[in-house]
């Protein structure tokens, strides 16, 4: 601790999102959305940081969070705002597929405008927990450490020890760092908190997230009379818990057995805040499986429905862009959600093979989900399934019916995607004679099947002012 006449050190610490300024604006969640979401993972991380005992006992911290993905230049206005802070440390995080390319594009944009190799801040990149990435990041020196998986315990370790003048980072949990032999080291990653840190939503300016306006010219008649919401208004992504995606190879649970499920209370002050205070009129929920408690789901949507009952809140909308499992919907489930503002249920279903659910660890009860669309339709809102054809050792008939499932189920729309390149781990290598070798094709006879349909049509017609008026 600094004595009585010493004054307290300043610490600056910058959080950059990068992204590319002639790409498409990419989301918190990687929700595949159009409009930029503030990055919510970078908030948590920016929490975790002030809330840690050792950093703010040992200095003042300043924090800021530039965002390339508002940034009008992309990541290379959002590098020259960083290092216009002076900052002491720069955490870099970006989401999707594409984040280790972003994250290697800002790195060496920072090392290239340092005055010399030692003068600079450190370079800390926030990765998922996947070694190998990391190990070609340091090895490009395009960072200079990487925290890898969960790391609102490991964040602040790492920034004291740099702070205090230490470059050894052994002992930090999910670290990689390059030696100054060259090789490069792992820790073993952290566990998952037991408690999940209230994003810092007073680093961001919601206004730089709103999409500019629809120029539907209907759209803004109704918009102006509160009868369709104003695409202007603030879009906003939150996670209520964390857990493994449904994707994951290694999963050994259905959608991730170590959830840390934030409380209900919790979740509704942050939703209030946003809301109520913050103008934000479309409210994302990017959990992978928000029906996985039913009961936790129906108190979260029933207290947002009650907070966008206010008067002022017209044109309100919920979305669950990462989608429901579908089984764990009940009739009150799907009436707390369509009062809260969901207009469209994305089942994220997979495949109607019950071999292939239990390979895929989803183990979804495909009754309980078709019963769900029925629940769906009868409450005037879009049901919507996402599945696989092609998946690792599917054959042509689990294909087959795969696609009569979907025809037959009361969904409004539904998108087959190719489940060729699905990483299902070493075990399950696709064998030669299941490969599909045409899989336009496959996808052309599941939407034919699909939409072809009186029933469908029937039911596209009813949706239709529900189409119209929401996206």
């Known amino acids: 601790m600094p004595g009585s006449g010493e004054r307290t050190p300043q610490r600056t610490i910058a959080l950059l999102r990068p992204h590319d300024a002639a790409g498409a604006a990419p989301t918190s969640q990687g ?137 050894g980072w052994e002992g930090v ?11 490069v080291r792992h820790e073993l990653s952290a566990s998952r908190p037991a408690q999940l840190p209230l994003p810092a939503w007073d680093l961001v300016d919601l206004e730089d997230y709103r999409p500019a306006p629809e120029r539907g ?43 840390v499920k934030r409380p209900v209370d919790d979740v509704l002050r942050e939703v209030r805040e946003l809301v109520a205070r913050r103008n934000v009129r479309v409210l994302r929920l990017g959990d992978d499986a928000f029906d996985g408690d039913p009961g936790r789901a129906e108190a979260i949507a029933r207290g947002i429905a009650r907070i966008a009952a206010a008067p002022h809140l017209r044109g309100f909308r919920l979305e669950l862009p990462r989608g429901l499992r579908g ?47 029925e629940m769906i339709d009868r409450a005037g809102a879009r049901g919507h399934l996402r599945l696989f054809l092609g998946l690792p050792t599917e054959t042509t008939g689990e294909a087959a019916h795969t696609i009569r499932w979907s025809a037959r189920s009361a969904a409004h729309t539904a998108s087959f995607v190719s489940g060729a390149d699905h990483d299902l781990g070493s075990l399950w290598q696709r064998r030669d004679e299941h490969d599909f070798d045409d899989f336009p094709a496959l996808r052309r006879r599941a939407l034919f099947a699909f939409y072809v349909s009186a029933r469908r049509a029937r039911r596209l017609l009813r949706a239709a002012p529900r189409i119209l008026l929401t996206r």
């Open 31 to 167: 929700d595949g959305a159009n409009a930029a979401t503030p990055p919510v993972g970078l908030l948590e991380t920016a929490a975790a940081v002030r809330s840690s005992d050792r950093l703010t006992a040992a200095a003042s911290l300043r924090l800021a969070l530039i965002d390339g993905a508002v940034d009008p230049d992309g990541t290379q206005g959002a590098v020259s705002r960083t290092l216009e802070l002076g900052p002491d440390a720069v955490v870099l995080g970006a989401d999707g597929a594409d984040a280790p390319g972003a994250l290697r594009e800002a790195g060496q944009q920072l090392a290239a405008r340092r005055r010399s190799p030692t003068d600079g801040p450190l370079r800390v990149a926030l990765l998922e927990d996947d070694p190998e990435t990391a190990e070609q990041l340091l090895r490009e020196d395009s960072v200079d450490v990487v925290l890898r998986g969960e790391v609102e315990e490991p964040i602040a370790n790492l920034l004291g020890r740099a702070f205090e003048g230490q470059r």
């Open 217 to 259: 010219r209907l759209r803004a008649f109704l918009a102006a009379r509160g009868l369709a919401p104003r695409s202007s208004e603030g879009i906003v992504t939150l996670r209520t818990t964390r857990s493994c995606g449904p994707n994951c190879p290694t999963c050994r649970g259905s959608f991730g057995h170590t959830a």
């Open 173 to 183: 949990r999910g670290v990689s760092w390059r030696t100054e032999g060259g090789d």
């Open 327 to 373: 089984d764990g919907l009940s009739p009150s489930l799907v009436d707390a959600l369509t009062e809260a503002g969901l207009r469209r249920f994305v089942l994220d279903v997979g495949t109607a093979s019950p071999r292939l659910q239990r390979l895929l660890k989803r183990n979804i009860d495909l009754d309980r989900a078709a019963a769900a669309l």
